[in-house]
């Protein structure tokens, strides 16, 4: 039997980069997966990609509204969702002289207010015995010139894991957070050759992480392996927060 086998699982984000790699991951484990994205055609596509009956619903994860919707299209065709994953997110370098309002409220708008909403929309779905992997990032955990709007996101991600935890482990449904160190994906293809040497060069394990070692971590954490814990952020960061 596989780990995930009987269970319905919505990846918030889950049409690229690391939210793809855990819908993957999560249809490999016998889940009925569904992915948003803002984009049908891309979100269409990579359900085809994942296969196994994997489900696409257009949607933006900064939009309650749409939120409300995508989850309502999970209950139709299943009645509940055992694992919820939300890992939408931005990252836009700018330093406090140059930070403008569009760039705050841009960056709080999907990655913070985007988690409290789509959680949120799932809540009446969701039962006893489910589960909740918020994506994270180590940026929250540390100053990196640049990344204070991101880092600030990111660490109300973690404030608000605990205070969930704190909610919603009486009612049997866990809150945990995955935080990816630096990470393959296409939110660091623009960043040039020179900047991803030194964004690596301090990582003792040498090398950004893949998409899928972000999802084997997710995946620990929605299935029943993980049944005692809650609240947690679990670092995928070759070692880079850890020495
Ligand atoms: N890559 C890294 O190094 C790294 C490190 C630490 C944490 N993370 C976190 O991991 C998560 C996934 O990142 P990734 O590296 O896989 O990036 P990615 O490939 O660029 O994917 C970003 C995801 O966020 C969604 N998104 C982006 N901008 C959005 C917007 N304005 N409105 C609504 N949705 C939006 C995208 O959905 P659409 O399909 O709708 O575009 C997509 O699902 C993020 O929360 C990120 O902060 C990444």
Redo the contacts with the bound molecule.
Sequence with gaps: MARMDNKVALVV???????LAIAERLSAEGSKVFIT???SE?VEKAAEGIGNGATGITA???SPQDMVVAVEKVREAHGRIDALVL?????EPSQIAEITPEHFD?HFD??VR?MVFGLQAALPAMAEGSSVVL?????GNAGYPGYGTYGAT?AAVRAYARAWTAELAPKGIRVNVVA????D????ASVAEDTRAAIVAPIPMGR?AR?SEVAAAALFLLSDDASYIAGAELCVDGGLQQV
Excluded: Q
Aim: hydrophobic share 30%; charged share 20%.
């Design positions: 984000g889950g049409a690229k980069g690391i939210g994205s803002r984009r891309d933006d994860a900064s890992n939408a997110g931005l990252s841009r999907v990655n985007g994506v994270g990032s180590i940026a990111k990816p160190g630096p990470t994906t296409e939110m660091m950004m998409p």
